[in-house]
């Protein structure tokens, strides 16, 4: 399992990419709702940012209130990890 | 309703403090045209906004807005981390630092408290959509502004991401306008006002 581990720092830099590029599509979508290229780009962006946060709470805590994962742990992990201005934090 | 996503939209590491540059920075906290003013704005402008189009992306920039608040703030901290009572005569931030320590708080650069006179929401789509489309261009100066006093690369990095972010509002704010315009008399645009006269 250890050995399967994802590199922090990596998991984190494509969580931001992979994030804005689903912002930034969210904005040109409100604008321009039926475009199908932007719709196209959206669906691939949310399927790899939903796995990629999944990824990161399994080993690193959950970055969202919907991947904090309880079922296993006797505590609440949510406010364990740095906060993002914090060091350490994302 | 809004849930936190516990990382920056863009990460801030700055590892060497300034607190003369967190006093300057601050502004596009709680200054005139800083980040609060900017989602207030826009999130309070949406309600009476008629078209779906422009209410969703007074939504989503209004939201952003909030990440970028959030990211300002963690520059501002990590500026002013550990000083010692030394640094903070030293650089001036005495000032801030004898009514609030290390904290943030939404102030302007001249230490003006954050207002929401510093904008409108004015209930008429045309109006208030010319007032972002000025807003978005007030802090990208601002930024400019701000750019020409850091020569750290640190602090430099998140700027101009924020910076670049006011040019792409502007730009969906255009087109938010041309929306409304597209649903109005175009022989006469204010004719009247789809959010009042209609009641729709």
Known sequence: MAENRPCRKDLLHWINVISFAMNDTTLFLDTHPHNREALEFFEECQSKRNRALKEYAKY???????????????????INEPWPWQEGGC | MWNYEKRLQYPV?????????????????????????????????????????????????????????????????????????????RSGFDKYYVDHTLALWPQSAGGVPWSS??????????????????AEQKARTTYDNIL????????????????????????????????VQDHLDSRNFYAFNPAFDLGK
């Open chain 2, 117 to 134: 006179t510093t904008f409108q929401s004015k209930g008429d789509p045309i109006t208030d959509l010319h007032e972002d489309m000025a």
């Open chain 1, 60 to 78: 690193y805590g959950p970055l969202t209130i919907d991947t904090a994962d309880v079922s296993e742990t006797d505590r609440w992990n949510w």
């Open chain 2, 13 to 89: 590491k700055i590892t060497q403090t300034n607190p003369r540059l967190a006093q300057v920075i601050i502004s596009q906290f709680g200054g005139p045209d800083g980040e609060l003013g900017a989602s207030m704005r826009y999130l309070s402008q949406r309600y009476t906004m008629p078209y779906k189009e422009v209410t969703g992306t007074l939504t989503d920039v209004g939201t952003e807005e909030l990440a970028h608040l959030e990211i300002v703030c963690a520059i501002v901290y990590q500026l002013t981390k550990n000083l010692t009572p030394e640094e903070i005569e």
């Open chain 2, 148 to 179: 020409r006093l850091v020569k750290d690369p640190e602090v430099a990095d998140p700027i101009r991401f924020l910076r670049a972010r006011e040019i792409v509002h502007y730009q969906r704010f255009g087109e938010s306008l041309r929306i």
